[in-house]
C-alpha cells in the first residue's frame, strides 16, 4: 500500500531554475526510502512540499490516499516530520516542548509519559529534559526533535538528514528504531548524504540532481551488485557528461 | 484542550522570561532578565505619569467627559502604528514556520495565535495608558462604580481592531510582495510607503480638523479628538459606553471585533502557506563568476557585515530606516514650503515663530534619526550567528567599533541633508548651520554610544523572531523612551532658552554637553567590552 505518492511535482522559486522537477516518487507502507542528491540538489525543497510545508502548484502529492494540497490537515496527523536543523522553541525546556506535541496530537498523559521516558532513556537526554534547549547541544536538539516525531505514533516518517549532529550510539538508535518502524508498516522517507548509511538503511532510492529524479528503485535494482557510493557518482557524472554534449 | 490556546500558551511560553528565569542557572542570566524587568516596569511607570497628567490636564479645564475618547483613540493610533511596524515579523516569515506547519495546526489558526500573541505582547502597553487614564478619568467626573469594570473590559478590545487593521494591510503588502521575485525588497519599499502615506494623511487629517481656529489648545485637541470620533466609530462606542453607560455600543465594540477577528483569519489562513513558501524561498541564479575583491579594515569590514544584516531584514529595514525616511521627506518639504508650514502643520495652535523654533532644529532632526540607534538591538540580532564574531580574532573593543560606525554611516549622511534643508528654508546663518551640524553630529555620536551601551548590557540572544529584538527587545525600550522623551523635552527647552539668551550660546552649550554624554557612553561600551573579553 502506497503511503506517500509524489507525482510529476515541479517547484521553481521566482523566474529562475526549477529547484525540484517533475518529481515522481512512491513510498510503500514498511519501506525506508533514501533520498540523496548534492547539496542544492533539490532534497529539501521536495520534503518540506511532502510534509506541507513550502507551498506548490505543480503536480500533486499523497500520504495515504490524502492529498497535501486539499486535505493538508489529515496529512499532518499522520505524518512526523524532523527536519535537517530543527529549529524548536529554545525558551522552552525539552519536556516543555514533548508536551507540547503530545498535546497537538492529543496523546494521552500516561502514553506520552511511556514514550517520552522510552525514548529519552534510549537518546540518554532525560536527565537534560527539564533544563532549556536553548542549553542544548545541536545532537540534543535533534534528539527532542526525533522524540517529538515519535510521539504519536506516525503512518510516515520524513526526515531531513537525520544523521547530522548525531553521536555515533545516537545514530545506531535512529537506525534501530526506524528498522522497529518499518517492520510494524511505517513508510520512511529520508534524505542523506551518507551514502553508507543509505545502503545498509534503505530498501528503496532515489538519485537527485539539479530537481530531477535520475535515478529510483530498490537498492539491489540500482547497485546492480556495486556500492551505492559507486553508483551515485556514476549515474551523477553520465548525467551530467550527456548534459554537456547536449549543450556542445 | 483546545488548540487555538495550546498554540497560544505555547508561543507565550516560549518567550517568556519568567520561563527562562524559572529553569535556568545562571545568575548572571538571571539578574538579566529581573533587571529587563524592572526597566521595563519603569518604562510602564512612565507611560501612565504621561497618561494621567493627560488626563489630569482634560479635568482642571473641565473636558474630562473628552478622556475616554482620547484614551481610545490614543490607544488605536498606537496599536495601529506599531502593529504596521511588526506584522511582517509576527505573522509571516518567522523562524519555527516549518516546525509548525508541519503538525496538525491549519495555516489560520497558526495566523490567528501569531496575531494574539502579538497583542497580548503588546497589551501592558496599552493597558498602561487606559489604566492611568481611567483614574485621572475618576478623579474629576462622578462616574458610577460600573463604569470601572466596563473601561477595563473595554481597554482589551479597543487595540483588537485597529492592530486587525494594520495586520491586513500587512497581508496585503505581504501577498502582493510574494508574486515577485525579490520579495523582501517590495515588501520594505510598500511597508515604507504605506507609513508614509499614513503620515501624510495624520497632518491632512489634523489640518482639515483643526481648520476652526481655537485659540485654547487642550480645547482643541478635545476638538480634533471629538471629529475623529465621528469618523472613527469604535472610540466613539468606547466613549459612548464609559460616559453614558451605553450596553449597546459596549456589544458593537466587542462583537466587531470578533467578527473581524474571525473574518481576516479566514481570509488570511487561505494565502497563508503561499505567502510564506514565496518568503522562505530564495531564487539563485547561480551564475557567479569570481571577480577582483577588495580588502577592508577590520572595523570597516564589521560595518559592511552590519549593512547586510540591516538591508537583509524587511524588520530591521523598516523599524531602522524609518526616521532616515522620514527626515529625508521632511526636509524636502520644508525646502518646498518653508520652515514655518512645518511649524504651522506640527503644532498649529502654538505661538512659534521660525526665529523662535530654529534653536531646535538639531534636536528636531535628531528626534527622528536618534529614534532608533541600530547599536541597540545589533548587539541581540547576531542571535545564533553570535559564534562567527566570537571565534573569530575580534577584539570585543573592534567589533563593538564596527557596529558603532555603521550606525554612524546610516544616521550622518541624513542629519546633514536635512540640517541643511531645515537652514535653507529657516533662513539661518552659516554660523548657524556649522554649530547645528556640529551638535547634530555630537547628538548621533551619543545615540550611538548609548544605544550601544544598551545593546550590550541587554544582549539576548536567544529570541525566537528579530522583532523580538527590534521593536520589543528590553535593550531598544530602554535606550528608545527616555530618550525620546528627553528629546521632546530638549526641543521646548531649546525654543524656551532661546528667546531668553543668545541661541548660539545655547548651542554650544548643548554641543558641550551632547559631547561629554558621548564620551561618557562610549567609555562606557569600551569598559563593557573589557569585561566581556
Not at chain 1, 39 to 53: D, L, Y
Not at chain 1, 139 to 152: E, F
Request: aromatic share 12%; net charge positive.
Amino acid at each position: 500500500m502506497s503511503m506517500l505518492e509524489i507525482k510529476n511535482y515541479s517547484k521553481s522559486y521566482g523566474e529562475g531554475k526549477k529547484a525540484a522537477d517533475n518529481v515522481s516518487i512512491t513510498v510503500e507502507s514498511g519501506d525506508i526510502y533514501g533520498f540523496i542528491g548534492h547539496n542544492g540538489a533539490g532534497k529539501s525543497t521536495t520534503i518540506r512540499a511532502v510534509v506541507g510545508v513550502l507551498d506548490f502548484t505543480e503536480g500533486e502529492i499523497y500520504i495515504d490516499g490524502h492529498s497535501v494540497k486539499t486535505e493538508s490537515m489529515e496529512c499532518k496527523k499522520i505524518t512526523a516530520y524532523i527536519p535537517d536543523n530543527p529549529d524548536l522553541y529554545e525558551n522552552l525546556t525539552g519536556i516543555q516542548y514533548l508536551n507540547f506535541v503530545a498535546d497537538v496530537f492529543d496523546i494521552g498523559a500516561a502514553e506520552r509519559e511511556e514514550k517520552i521516558k522510552k525514548y529519552a532513556d534510549k537518546f540518554e537526554i532525560t536527565n537534560s529534559l527539564g533544563d532549556l534547549i536553548s542549553s542544548y547541544s545541536h545532537g540534543m536538539k535533534q534528539k527532542v526533535a526525533i522524540i517529538s516525531a515519535l510521539i504519536h505514533d506516525p503512518k510516515l516518517l520524513v526526515l531531513d538528514e537525520p544523521f547530522v549532529g548525531l553521536d555515533p550510539k545516537a545514530t545506531f538508535i535512529l537506525k534501530e528504531i526506524m528498522h522497529e518502524m518499518c517492520d510494524k508498516g511505517t513508510a520512511i522517507f529520508f534524505s542523506t548524504h551518507v551514502l553508507d548509511v543509505a545502503e545498509k538503511l534503505c530498501n528503496k532510492v532515489a538519485i537527485i540532481k539539479q530537481g530531477k529524479i535520475i535515478a529510483s528503485g530498490t537498492m539491489e535494482e540500482l547497485t546492480e551488485g556495486h556500492s551505492l557510493e559507486e553508483t551515485f557518482l556514476e549515474t551523477a557524472e553520465n548525467i551530467q557528461a550527456s548534459k554537456e554534449d547536449d549543450n556542445e | 484542550m483546545n488548540k487555538n490556546i495550546l498554540l497560544l500558551k505555547t508561543l507565550l511560553l516560549s518567550t517568556s522570561q519568567a520561563n527562562i528565569y524559572k529553569h535556568c542557572n545562571d545568575k548572571k542570566k538571571k539578574g538579566k532578565i529581573t533587571g529587563g524587568y524592572i526597566g521595563v516596569f519603569c518604562l510602564y511607570a512612565m507611560l501612565m505619569g504621561y497618561s494621567f497628567f493627560m488626563c489630569m490636564g482634560y479635568g482642571k479645564v473641565g473636558l474630562i467627559d473628552s478622556a475616554p475618547i482620547l484614551c481610545a483613540l490614543t490607544i488605536s493610533a498606537l496599536s495601529f502604528f506599531f502593529t504596521v511596524f511588526k506584522t511582517n515579523g509576527y505573522l509571516f516569515n518567522f523562524k519555527e514556520y516549518d516546525m509548525l506547519m508541519s503538525l496538525p495546526f491549519e495555516p489560520k489558526t497558526v495566523a490567528a495565535c501569531k496575531f494574539l500573541y502579538m497583542y497580548i505582547k503588546s497589551l501592558p502597553w496599552y493597558l498602561s495608558i487606559s489604566v492611568a487614564m481611567l483614574i485621572g478619568y475618576s478623579m474629576f467626573s462622578d462616574a458610577g462604580v460600573i463604569v470601572y469594570p466596563i473601561w477595563i473590559i473595554l481597554s482589551l478590545f479597543v487595540p483588537v481592531i485597529p492592530m486587525l487593521f494594520a495586520s491586513f494591510i500587512g497581508f496585503l503588502i505581504a501577498k502582493f510582495s510574494s508574486g515577485f521575485k525579490k520579495t523582501k525588497i517590495v515588501q520594505t519599499i510598500l511597508t515604507f510607503a504605506f507609513v508614509i502615506l499614513c503620515f501624510t494623511l495624520r497632518f491632512i487629517t489634523e489640518k482639515f480638523f483643526r481648520d476652526d481656529k481655537v485659540d485654547e489648545t487642550l480645547e482643541n485637541i478635545s476638538k480634533t479628538t471629538a471629529s475623529i470620533g465621528k469618523i472613527y466609530f469604535p472610540a466613539r462606542w468606547f466613549s459612548d459606553a464609559i460616559v453614558d453607560t451605553k450596553i449597546s455600543s459596549m456589544l458593537l465594540l466587542v462583537g466587531l471585533s470578533a467578527v473581524l477577528f474571525g473574518v481576516l483569519f479566514a481570509i488570511v489562513g487561505r494565502s497563508y502557506r503561499s505567502i510564506n513558501s514565496a518568503m522562505k524561498s530564495h531564487a539563485a541564479a547561480k551564475n557567479y563568476k569570481m571577480t577582483t575583491q577588495k580588502k577592508k579594515s577590520l572595523v570597516k569590514a564589521i560595518a559592511f557585515k552590519e549593512f547586510k544584516r540591516f538591508t537583509g531584514s524587511t524588520n530591521y529595514l523598516v523599524n531602522g530606516a524609518m526616521g532616515e525616511v522620514l527626515v529625508t521627506i521632511i526636509g524636502f518639504i520644508s525646502l518646498i514650503f518653508g520652515f514655518d508650514k512645518i511649524i504651522g502643520t506640527v503644532a498649529p495652535s502654538a505661538p512659534l515663530t521660525t526665529q523662535m523654533m530654529e534653536p531646535a532644529i538639531p534636536f528636531i532632526i535628531y528626534f527622528f534619526l536618534g529614534m532608533m540607534a541600530t547599536t541597540a538591538c545589533s548587539p541581540s540580532l547576531e542571535g545564533k550567528n553570535y559564534w562567527i564574531v566570537q571565534s573569530l580574532p575580534i577584539e570585543k573593543k573592534t567589533l563593538y567599533k564596527g557596529k558603532m560606525l555603521f550606525n554612524m554611516y546610516l544616521t550622518v549622511p541624513f542629519m546633514i541633508f536635512a540640517t541643511i534643508c531645515f537652514c535653507i528654508s529657516a533662513q539661518a546663518s552659516v554660523t548657524d548651520l556649522i554649530l547645528y551640524l556640529i551638535l547634530g553630529f555630537t547628538l548621533l555620536c551619543f545615540s550611538t554610544a548609548w544605544g550601544c551601551v544598551c545593546g550590550i548590557k541587554h544582549m539576548r540572544l536567544d529570541w525566537e523572531n528579530d522583532i523580538e529584538v527590534i521593536k520589543q527587545g528590553t535593550a531598544v525600550a530602554i535606550y528608545l523612551f527616555p530618550n525620546m522623551f528627553v528629546v521632546m523635552g530638549l526641543v521646548v527647552l531649546s525654543v524656551a532658552l532661546g528667546t531668553r539668551m543668545d541661541h548660539r550660546i545655547l548651542t554650544v552649550i548643548m554641543i558641550f554637553v551632547s559631547s561629554v554624554l558621548a564620551i561618557l557612553s562610549y567609555m562606557r561600551v569600551m569598559s563593557l567590552c573589557r569585561k566581556a573579553s
